[in-house]
Every structure is written in structure tokens, then in C-alpha cells.
């Protein structure tokens, strides 16, 4: 895709050969550096935690960044100070949006993220949990990197003139910098390259059909990169699209008894659209993305989305019998909802009460169809064989579904209360046989009856 590529610098840095420290000449009085010392530098460097080979501990954290960050700016101001002139630096031009924000001009800007990366060896970088290896060339700059900053350690701690160094310092920071932030661009493009194939891939689907595989498999990449509101899984399939598809289509317009689960087909159709107009909007600025996947909250949001639909309809639409549980318990609590004001009301203010009637509702069905799956079934089969189980049949035989949650709102005598009593004991041995499981059918069955889901806000984050 050509919208990702950049032309990459042309400046190739001279090689320079690492070196020893060199003992410094002193200097003579009323130069700048004959008073003893270096106070200030000193005090800034030891604000920082080193290891004893000059480099920052690892893992100490962003604050200690900023006290480096801290030293190199005094550095740059004594380098004025002392006449130490400011090398050319117009390969940054060529670095693309998000490394502008960091080198905005031509200045010295030492960087001490740049500075941490070469005590790092420059041979390889994590990016969204792949290992990339550097070539030579970065490796052996990541080497006269740390020798001149050597220099100027070792001057600032035991008084030194500081002119050499510096100068050292001067000639050496850009030339890493260059080699180092043009290694991260190439990086950078091969990233934003397979997000470009999937992009252009949903502009294609409407006139080309077979596009679908291509993107679906580029949304799999970059959804296994990416962690946040999803798992980062890398197996999705075009089969739960097309079955939530053809239900939609087959049920056209959809009638009163397949309403709600239809509204499940419409929440992966309405994910999948959403991620697809994302995508598309990302084409023109897709140079401002940030490289880390994760970071880009827009991003991060649509695949999280599309993520949980589409492991919902591959749970609750592409298993029959599983689908055959869920329409079957949509049909007993939207009749349950008909006949009864205040299992409305519960559940339209998020009641607590209404949490807890939805799944004594549920297994109930247990007891009026065998040959439906059920609940119970699903989760907690051994139920069936319990004593309560049993008393929560008689009590259906007897009052029925409306005479439960006519119980719970208040009303029947003992025996009703009794059976409410036994409903709940079944109603819990489902619960904690699997909760991850129940929680999540639990959320579809009350998103399918109010016919609200997760979606994916309308932002313009990157």
C-alpha cells in the first residue's frame, strides 16, 4: 500500500570507531570551565538511579526518565555555554508525524529515550509483542553511543573539563539518533502496512465479495497485536457473519417471537460496520497512528467490540441446540414481561429484583419442555436430580411461570413463597457451576430484550 510509504533519509552517518576515555587537559584560568567542578550536572546526574556501567536501572520507571531528561537538558545548555556547535540535524525532515512530536526542529533535543535505547544493546525491539532484530549498523552506533556518554559521565563526576566530551557528545547523539529512529520508522511502516491491507480490503467488499477473506484475516492480525477490551485472538471466522447475515435476511422484517434473537444477529452485523467505517477513516491518517497498537484508544474499541460480538454469535447462533436454548428462554421472559408491571419495572431501572427474577425465570423452562435445552442443562445438569428441583416442578404444575413472578413482586401465600425459595436454590447451583459462562449468557439475554448492546463510540481517537 502506498499510502504508508515514506522515503526513508539518505543520510548515512560516517562510520566512527569506539574509544577509549581519554584523559582530559586541564584548563587554564578564566576559561569556562576553571571553576571546580560541575555542581549543578552533579547534582542532576545523581537524581537519577544509574548501574554501575553509566546506564539507567531497568524498570525504574518514567519518573526516572524525567530526571535523565532533566540532566540532558542542562547539558545541552552548557554545551552552549561552552560554544560546543550544534550539528546539522535536517535528517529529521524526514521522520514521520509521531517522531515530530518529540523533534520538532533542528535542535540538539537530546533525547534520553533515545539515550536509554542504546544502553539497550540496539539489537532488537518488542512492538506489540513481536521481537524485531536491528541491523548491524544500529548496533554498532548503540556502541558509540555509551562510549561518549562515558565521556561525560566520567567528566561530570570527578570535575573534568567538559568541552571535549561534549563535543564527543555532540558528534555522536545524532548520528544514533538518526540510525536508531529510521530503524523504528521502517518498523513503523511494516506495522501500518498489513493495518493499510485490511483498510483498502473494506473499501473492496461491497464490489468484491471475495475481499472478505483477505480482510478478515488482516483483522485477526492486528486484533492478535492488539490488547485491551479484547482477548487478542486471532481465529475469527467469516461462517458467524454470514449466519447472522442470512438471519437477518430470512426474517425480514422480523416477527414479535424471533425479535430478540434476531437483535443478537443485528449487534455482529452493527459491529462489524462499525469496525469497517472505522478502518476506512483511519486510510487517510494512518501516519498518525501510534505504532504500539494498544495505544490507539479508537482502535483498541472497535476490535474489542467486534471481538465480543463475534464470540457471541459463534456461542449462541452457530450451535443449534445452544440457539435453541436461547430463543426458547427470550420467548418465556418477554411473555413473562407481558404479564407482569413490575418485572418491567425492574428491569428497565436495572434493579437489583429484576437480576434476580431473570435467572429463576430461566430455569423454570427446565421443568415445562425436556426436550428444549435448557439452563440447567447447559450449565448444571446435575440439578435435575436434586430434591428442590423436584418441588420447583410441583410448584410450576401448580402456579405456573406468572405465579412466580407474581411471588416476587409480593403477593401468594406460603406455599407460593415456599416455591420461590426452591426456585432460587436451582437458580443458584446454575450460577456458580460456571459463572463466567452464566454471566455472559445472562448479559445476551437482557441485551436481546431490550435490544441494547456494546458498541463502539463514534470517535475520532486514533
Known sequence: PTAVSAP???????????????????????????????????????????????????????GAKNKLGALLRALEQESDRLGVPVNDRAFRAD?????????????????????????????????????????????????????????????????APLTAPLQRLEDTFPMWEVVYIKALIRLEMEVKARLMVAAQGFTRLERDPEAYVLVMREVNHVNSLVTGMGTGRSDMTLDVLWKATEMVQQSSPPTEDDAPLISLALSILGAWEDLRQYFIALIPRINALDVGLSYNVGLVQHLGVWELAWTRGKRYLMEGRVRGMLAEDLRVLVQALEQSRPLQEWLSNSEAAGLLAVPRILVTRACQDSRIWSVVDEFAPEARETTQFRDMEVFLSAHGVHGLVQAMAGGGGLDVEDGVSVTEHVSMQVQRARPEGWNDYLQV???????????????DQL
Request: aromatic residues 10%; contains cysteine; proline residues 12%.
Open 8 to 62: 526513508l533519509c539518505c543520510f548515512r552517518p560516517p562510520v566512527m570507531a569506539a574509544t577509549a576515555p581519554q584523559a582530559q587537559p586541564e584548563a587554564p584560568q578564566g576559561h569556562p570551565e576553571a571553576p571546580q567542578g560541575h555542581p549543578k550536572l552533579l547534582r542532576l546526574l545523581k537524581a537519577c538511579p544509574w548501574t554501575p556501567d553509566e546506564r539507567l536501572k531497568p524498570g525504574s520507571g518514567r
Open 95 to 159: 521522520y514521520t508525524p509521531n517522531y515530530f512530536v518529540v523533534f520538532p526542529d533542528y535542535d540538539r533535543r537530546y533525547s534520553p529515550d533515545v539515550l536509554v535505547a542504546a544502553y539497550r544493546g540496539g539489537t532488537q525491539i518488542e512492538i506489540n509483542g513481536t521481537v524485531h532484530l536491528f541491523p548491524r549498523t544500529v548496533t554498532d552506533w548503540a556502541g558509540h553511543m555509551c562510549t561518549a556518554w562515558g565521556l561525560v559521565f566520567n567528566a561530570i563526576t570527578t570535575g
Open 445 to 459: 439475554v437482557l441485551a436481546c430484550v431490550s435490544g441494547t448492546w456494546v458498541r463502539a463510540p463514534r470517535t
